[in-house]
Each structure stands twice: as structure tokens, then as C-alpha cells.
């Protein structure tokens, strides 16, 4: 039997996270072509996860580049048509709800190329997030879909997804699991910041519906400043933007740092007292690494942390956030809702023996 062809769609930060397990398991079996779209194409957005993580360099590089979402959801779509007109794979894989992700999925569906969905079936009930969208479409045309915990298959089948649908674990522990201990070895960021463990704060904020209301913004910053720690805080270029044209200083106690790299980010998130965030992966990472996590939302399509007492859903007010780490509890335990860390060698066994499935049906044909 020969190798399959697989093109796998990446484009922003998280995705070189998921990408690398993957790939790795993956390529042992087929024959993959990865294209980047270029969503997001800073050095130290996109480039430092491809060194750190020894991702190999895209086959393709879209080099789509920022614009509005139409604009840049449109851009890739043409791009990644073209691509796949010309080489045909057998299946496309989409990681996660990001522009990209819906890109891909659409291109592929136009085709009639099958998706396969890594990440599927989360919600966050809030379809005013770009992400939100972006989710629902990519699951209603994929044609395996690997969730990471049972509520994801609990929404796909309120939606009537019923088939294709697997249980694989959250591929982001993958990535966790296999590069911590480097990470400690590698990372010294802690050290040069001076930072005791246990005594700072992570934080990252991206979502538009903080960093482009001013007060959501500017309240959060002021939270920052009221704490009892130093607060490591690595800022997402649209919140760099957002910032100076808000013209919000820093306060004394907070450290802004550039976007850092995964081995950064694992060390200084596992010895943090506790992450602030927005982010989905963060969110996770902070549950995998015991660290207790504020989200800074009104949602999150990880409840699980939440039940667990690991995580809470906090608003962008300066008070709400003070509170919530002054009374801040650490569970004693943890269920492992996520899977064992070992979703990409799943993920691989299942698609090839969709694979060999179809395969034999076209034989019989
Ligand atoms: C995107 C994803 C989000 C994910 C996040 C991870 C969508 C809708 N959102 O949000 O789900 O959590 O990535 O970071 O796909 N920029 C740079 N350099 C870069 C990349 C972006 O300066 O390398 C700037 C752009 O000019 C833009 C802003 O950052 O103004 C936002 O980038 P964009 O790709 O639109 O979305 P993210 O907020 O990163």
C-alpha cells in the first residue's frame, strides 16, 4: 500500500504546538505536506516554535500576513485551493478554530478532499468570537473528528455529529509531556528575571474583547499593578498595538516581555503562584502543570478545569481580579480528563485505518 499524501494546515502559534506531536507520529506512516499560511509570521510568533519544537520548515509558506478576517480567511482559502488543486492529498488536517483552521477546512471541503479536525467539538456558546465561528464550520465539514475531552463529543452530537467522531485526548498535553523536561533543562528566563519560584504571576492577554476596549484593557493592567508579586507578562503584538494607542504604562511590578517561545512559557508558567489569562491553550498547559489559572473571559470551552477547581472565570475588573487571587485555593488532586498525553499516536492509528478503509471500498468498486 502506498504512503498516504496528507497536507496539514498551520498558521499561528498554537498550531506549531500541536503540529509537532503529530507530525512526528504521522510521518512514520504517510507522506505529509504542511503549509503555513502565515497568520502569524513575526519571528517570535512563528519562527522560534519551528526551532524549539524541531518542526521541519513548511512545504509552503502562504505568507498571508494580517488583515481583517473576511480578508485574511479569503486570502488563505484561495492559496490553500491552489495548493491542493495541483496535489491532490487524500486528506487535510486542520488543528484547532483559528482563521487557518477554517481556511483549510473550507478549502478542502470544496474539493470534496476530506478533513480530519484536531480540537473538534468545543464550544464557547459565544458566537461573537471570531473562534466560535470558526469551530462550528470546520466540525460541520470534517470528516474525522478528534476530541479532546467527552463534552466536545456531547456538543458534536447536540449538532448532530454523530460519526467520525473520536475521543483522542487533548494533543497540547502531547507537547507538554514530551518537551518539559527540556524546557527546564534549556530555559532561563526565570533566572535572568530574578523570579523566585512561586513568587510571580504569569499573565498573556490577546482576545480582542480585552485588548480593544480600552477600560476592559486598561483595568486589567491596573489589577496587575495592585499585586503582591512581580507579574511576567509577555505581550501579543495586538496588544502591544493596543496599549500604546491607548497610550496604558506599565505598572512598577509588572515585567512585559516579548511573545516567548514554548520552553519559556512551560518553565515560567509550571513555577508561577498562578497564570492570568485569556488564551484557550494556556488554560490547559496551567491544569497539565498544576499551576492554578484565572481566565479572563466570560467563557471557556475547557469546563473541565473548571470543575476540577483548577481554573476560574474571571471579568476584566479590577477588583473581580485582586479577589479572586487573594482567596485563591490549590486543589490537592486531578482527574485526567484530557487523555494520557498520547493523542497523536492515536490520531495516527485512526487515520490509517480510515485509510486502508477506503482503500478497500475503492478496491470493491
Ligand atoms: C489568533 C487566533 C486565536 C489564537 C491566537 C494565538 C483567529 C481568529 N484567532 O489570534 O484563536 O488564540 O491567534 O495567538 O484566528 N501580529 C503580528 N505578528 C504576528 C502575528 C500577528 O504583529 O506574527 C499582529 C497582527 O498585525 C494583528 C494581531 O497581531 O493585528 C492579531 O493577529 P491575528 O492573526 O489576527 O489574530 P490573533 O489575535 O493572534
Redesign the pocket.
Known amino acids: 500500500m502506498l504512503k498516504p499524501l496528507i497536507t496539514i494546515i498551520i498558521g499561528?502559534?498554537?498550531q506549531f504546538i500541536k503540529h509537532q506531536p503529530l507530525q512526528e507520529a504521522l510521518e512514520k506512516s504517510s507522506q505529509i505536506r504542511v503549509l503555513h499560511t502565515g497568520?502569524?509570521?513575526?519571528e517570535k510568533?512563528?519562527k522560534v516554535f519551528f526551532q524549539e519544537l524541531g518542526i521541519r520548515t513548511p512545504d509552503v509558506e502562504l505568507s498571508v500576513g494580517?488583515s481583517s478576517?473576511g480578508q485574511?480567511t479569503g486570502k488563505m482559502l484561495e492559496l490553500i485551493e491552489k495548493d491542493l488543486q495541483q496535489e491532490r492529498p487524500c486528506l487535510v488536517i486542520v488543528y484547532g478554530?483559528?482563521?487557518?483552521t477554517l481556511a483549510g477546512a473550507l478549502a478542502a471541503s470544496k474539493l470534496q478532499i476530506p478533513v480530519a479536525h484536531v480540537e473538534a467539538g468545543l464550544r464557547s456558546f459565544n458566537r461573537a468570537m471570531?473562534?466560535e465561528i470558526?469551530r462550528i464550520l470546520t466540525d460541520h465539514c470534517s470528516e474525522l473528528l478528534f476530541v479532546p475531552s467527552d463534552t466536545g463529543r456531547a456538543h458534536l452530537s447536540q449538532e448532530g455529529i454523530k460519526k467520525g467522531v473520536f475521543f483522542v485526548g487533548d494533543i497540547m498535553f502531547d507537547a507538554v509531556l514530551h518537551f518539559r523536561e527540556k524546557a527546564h533543562q534549556e530555559s532561563r528566563l526565570q533566572k535572568t528575571l530574578k523570579l523566585e519560584t512561586e513568587a510571580y504571576y504569569y499573565a498573556t492577554i490577546?482576545r480582542p474583547a480585552n485588548t480593544d476596549s480600552r477600560s476592559n484593557l486598561q483595568n486589567i493592567i491596573s489589577a496587575f499593578g495592585a499585586l503582591d508579586f512581580p507579574v511576567v507578562f509577555p505581550v501579543?503584538?495586538?496588544t502591544a498595538?493596543m496599549l500604546q494607542q491607548y497610550q496604558i504604562s506599565f505598572p512598577k511590578n509588572v515585567l512585559p516581555q516579548d511573545p516567548l517561545g514554548y520552553l519559556d512559557n512551560i518553565v515560567l508558567l509550571e513555577n508561577a503562584k498562578a497564570v492570568l489569562t485569556d488564551?484557550?491553550g494556556l488554560q490547559k498547559e496551567a491544569f497539565y502543570l498544576k499551576t492554578p489559572c484565572l481566565t479572563i473571559r466570560p467563557e471557556t470551552e475547557w469546563p473541565e478545569t473548571i470543575d476540577q477547581g483548577w481554573n476560574q472565570l474571571i471579568s476584566p475588573e479590577r477588583d473581580s481580579i485582586i479577589q479572586a487571587l487573594s482567596n485563591l485555593e490549590v486543589p490537592s488532586e486531578q482527574r485526567p480528563v484530557y487523555g494520557k498525553g498520547n493523542s497523536a499516536i492515536q490520531i495516527t492509528e485512526i487515520i490509517m485505518n480510515w485509510y486502508r478503509t477506503c482503500n478497500s471500498q475503492q478496491g470493491i468498486a
Not at 39 to 42: L, R, T, V
Not at 97 to 100: A, C, G, L, Q
Open positions: 499561528a502559534r498554537p497568520q502569524h509570521y513575526d510568533m512563528s494580517s478576517h485574511q478554530d483559528t482563521n487557518s471570531p473562534e470558526n490577546h501579543h503584538p495586538r498595538k488564551s484557550g
